[in-house]
């Protein structure tokens, strides 16, 4: 996509998503690929993955998955590496009795992920508030 598709696109996102919202991070979770929080209430997560994905389609943004596969959650750590599942789980366990977390979600970004070297590569492009 091209800057000025870019631009389009965040202006779409700043007029179509949801009101700031609160969530909660907790039941740490791990395998052998990483380490990751369970995020609730899905609701409002869902209802934002549904117009951003409706967003980047009417401007022919590339990549992103339906919305009735997102799982929302929130990734700690990823593994580049084989190695068994067993000792992350057996951390996470340990720090499953922490109590939730609140996030108080007021922006979305609109960002360029690549994935080289077994990493993932994140570069912000605009970061839109909701409203």
Do not use: C
Not at 25 to 45: D, I, K, N
């Amino acid at each position: 996509m091209s800057p000025s598709d870019i631009d389009v696109l965040a202006e779409h996102v700043a007029k179509g998503t949801e009101p700031p919202f609160r969530l909660h991070a907790h039941a740490l979770a791990g395998s052998r690929g990483a380490l990751r929080l369970s995020l609730t209430p899905w609701a409002p997560l869902v209802r934002l993955h549904a117009a951003l994905t409706e967003i980047n389609t009417s401007v022919g943004a590339p990549g992103g998955k339906p919305t009735g596969g997102f799982r929302p959650h929130m990734g700690v750590a990823y593994n580049n590496r084989e190695r068994p599942a067993a000792p992350v789980v057996e951390v996470a366990t340990t720090l499953r009795q922490s109590a939730p977390v609140a996030l108080d979600v007021s922006t979305v970004e609109v960002v360029e992920l690549q994935r080289t070297d077994r990493a993932y590569r994140i570069r912000v492009l605009h970061r839109v508030p909701l409203k």
